[in-house]
């Protein structure tokens, strides 16, 4: 496992998000570690393929990254065969939290693979704000981040494009937008594959494709 990928999910347990919001990475949970590590398999993972785009989308759900540490995914793509690409699938050290039981799959993440797979394109996938923003008092439940919460996640996805050498960073949906927009970063913008985006986040993809994105 590379030493930038382990001192980059370290960093990611260390930061303290405030109230309503969950760190799935702290160490103070030790079902943490699971996802930690899941973290650093899907990076390691994804290092080796060098992909030249990352798409950064809002927030983790409490039915997908949430449960699984892994950005864009949900219980059945862990528990699954490798998709096309050959990203995720048995023997690689994916493991789900004893939490993950009965927790119904996350539908973003399912919807968002089968896109990714028709257009043929495999970006590095992270949030604005990497960890859960939930109501107050309600845990399994999601909310949009604040500003002052997203600010919190630009240095992370900032490391991750130098650290891959992303040559295109593509903002998935408004947060996303407004978040890489108040670093500094004039990113182009996708329509989000939740609630009904599917057809426009794909449109998006291949009108990038179309327009030379390198992948």
Not at 97 to 124: D, K, R, Y
Request: charged share 15%.
């Amino acid at each position: 496992m590379s030493a930038s990928i382990h001192g980059f999910v370290k960093r990611l347990a260390a930061v303290e998000t405030g109230p309503a919001c969950n760190n799935f990475f702290n160490y103070s949970v030790p079902a943490n570690e699971v996802r930690r590590r899941n973290l650093e398999i899907y990076l390691q993972e994804m290092l080796d393929r060098r992909p030249g785009v990352l798409l950064v989308g809002e927030a983790p759900g409490f039915r997908g990254m949430r449960i699984t540490g892994v950005p864009f995914t949900n219980r059945t793509i862990l528990e699954g065969p490798a998709n096309s690409f050959g990203v995720f699938g048995p023997g690689k050290g994916y493991v789900l939290p004893p939490e993950a039981v009965g927790v119904a799959a996350e539908p973003t993440a399912t919807v968002l693979w089968q896109v990714l797979e028709e257009v043929g394109l495999l970006p590095l996938l992270w949030s604005a704000f990497p960890w859960h923003p939930h109501q107050p008092g309600k845990p399994l439940s999601n909310r949009t981040p604040r500003p002052s919460e997203t600010k919190l996640g630009t240095p992370f996805w900032q490391d991750l494009a130098e650290l891959f050498g992303i040559s295109s960073i593509v903002a998935v949906g408004n947060v996303a937008q407004h978040s890489l927009q108040r670093s500094g970063l004039a990113a182009p913008k996708i329509r989000h594959p939740a609630h009904g985006g599917r057809s426009g986040f794909k449109h998006g993809l291949e009108q990038l494709l179309e327009g030379g994105i390198q992948a």
